[in-house]
Structures are given as structure tokens and as C-alpha cells.
């Protein structure tokens, strides 16, 4: 029974390119929460979504970033035009049932914006 | 903002001694806590939980215990082992939420043989 999957695991790009994290849930599981980390701080909450729908993305900031969860298919979440201070780990997190504190977590994707 | 604090970065225990990790919380109404461990390159791990009716709560090797009265939450573990080095989180129920957690800064486990 695989984990939650995360790709890429590090992910390198340049000021103004864009980045793509994708995320596949546990088998079974249809709420995908995203987080992002920071260096030696705690994981902050992003976004909240379930199949075709975002539920909560109150912690997402309102310009550049997108998320998105098609029915067939993994989770995304798209950062455009990227900058240094979006470098970070960006952890994905599923759990099967709606809005649920316990959640099983993803390798994370280690984003590097040079 | 209210938030959940640590009171040490990081702690070095011998191995085969008993670790506590200890954590502060400032939101009274939160009423569910979590401990995650995380190593270096990995997603956080569920450890252990509790809620606010319960003063300790035992699992394998850890122990977590909560005092409401000042606050505070500590993460027991006994007889610490090499593979036990990790970042400890704890993390509180945001009271307006059932899904969102506010975390911690972490303590970093570092474990002597």
C-alpha cells in the first residue's frame, strides 16, 4: 500500500520560471492538504482540496500560486514566476475522510529558486 | 497571533536514556494535540495525539502528557534509540478549523552513542 507520493523530490528553477509540485494521495484517500516549509519552522498550512473542488486556500498567497485537484490524476500545485523567497520543502498530505487532523504526509518537494 | 512555541532547539540525549521534548501553547481553546517526528528528508510522521480531556496518553515507547493548567505539552521517550534522531513537532488544533494544525518550530533530536 504506497504512501503519499511527491515529484519532484527537488525541483531547481530560476527567478520568473514556473514550478509544478504533483502530489498522489494514499490509495483510498480523496482530501489533499498542501504545506510549506521553511528552514529549522514548522509547516504552515496552504491549501485544502478535494477531488475537483478547493475547499480552503485561505493559506495560500492570492497571487502566483495555484492548486488544483482534477478527477483523474494527481494533485498540482503551481507556482508562476517564481522567486527566492518560494524556496522551500512543499509537503502534501492526505487523509480518506473530509478535514481531518490526522493526515499522512508526502516526502515533500525541496523547491530552489536561484 | 497565538501560536505553539519549544522550549529548546535542540537536545541531546545518550542513547538508551529517556528523552523530553517540551512544548508551550498559548490558545486556550484549543482541545487536540499531535507530535510529529520528521527526519532529515522526510515528510512528518504522526507519533502520537491527544485531546483535551486526557492528561497522558501512552503508545509504544512515547508518552505524551498535557497540562491545561499552564499550558504546556511534553513528548516522553524511553529508552531513545539512534533511530529516534528527528525534528519533534508539536502542533494544536486551530480552534476555528477540523483540519487546520498550527505547528511548531520543532526540536531537533541528536541522539550519542
Known amino acids: 500500500n504506497a504512501g503519499v507520493m511527491q515529484n519532484p523530490r527537488h525541483l531547481v528553477r530560476r527567478r520568473g520560471q514556473e514550478a509544478r509540485l504533483r502530489c498522489s494521495p494514499m490509495?483510498?484517500?480523496?482530501?489533499v492538504y498542501w504545506y510549506r516549509q521553511l528552514p529549522e519552522e514548522g509547516l504552515k498550512f496552504m491549501v485544502y482540496?478535494?477531488?475537483?473542488?478547493?475547499?480552503?486556500e485561505s493559506g495560500m498567497p492570492k497571487e502566483r500560486f495555484s492548486a488544483e485537484f482534477p478527477k483523474e490524476g494527481p494533485s498540482i500545485l503551481r507556482i508562476q514566476q517564481v522567486v527566492r523567497g518560494d524556496s522551500a520543502a512543499y509537503f502534501c498530505?492526505?487523509?480518506?475522510?473530509?478535514?481531518?487532523?490526522?493526515?499522512?504526509f508526502g516526502p515533500g518537494t525541496r523547491l530552489t529558486v536561484t | 497571533g497565538e501560536s505553539v512555541g519549544l522550549h529548546l532547539p535542540t537536545l541531546s540525549v545518550q542513547e538508551g536514556d529517556n528523552s523530553i521534548i517540551n512544548c508551550a501553547y498559548s490558545?486556550?481553546?484549543?482541545?487536540?494535540f499531535i507530535w510529529y517526528k520528521q527526519e532529515s528528508g522526510k515528510g512528518p510522521q504522526f507519533i502520537i495525539d491527544?485531546?483535551?480531556n486526557m492528561d497522558k496518553r501512552q503508545g509504544q515507547r512515547v508518552t505524551v502528557l498535557l497540562n491545561k493548567t499552564v499550558k504546556h505539552l511534553s513528548l516522553q521517550i524511553a529508552a531513545t534509540q539512534p533511530g529516534d534522531s528527528a525534528v519533534y513537532f508539536c502542533?494544536?488544533?486551530?480552534?476555528?478549523?477540523?483540519?487546520?494544525?498550527?505547528w511548531g518550530a520543532g526540536t531537533k533530536l541528536i541522539i550519542k552513542p
Open positions: 498530505a492526505s487523509s480518506p475522510v473530509a478535514g481531518e487532523h490526522e493526515q499522512y
Open positions: 490509495k483510498g484517500h480523496s482530501h
Open positions: 482540496l478535494q477531488k475537483e473542488n478547493i475547499i480552503d
Open positions: 490558545n486556550s481553546a484549543s482541545d487536540y
Open positions: 491527544i485531546r483535551s
Open positions: 502542533a494544536e488544533n486551530d480552534p476555528d478549523s477540523n483540519y487546520q494544525l498550527i
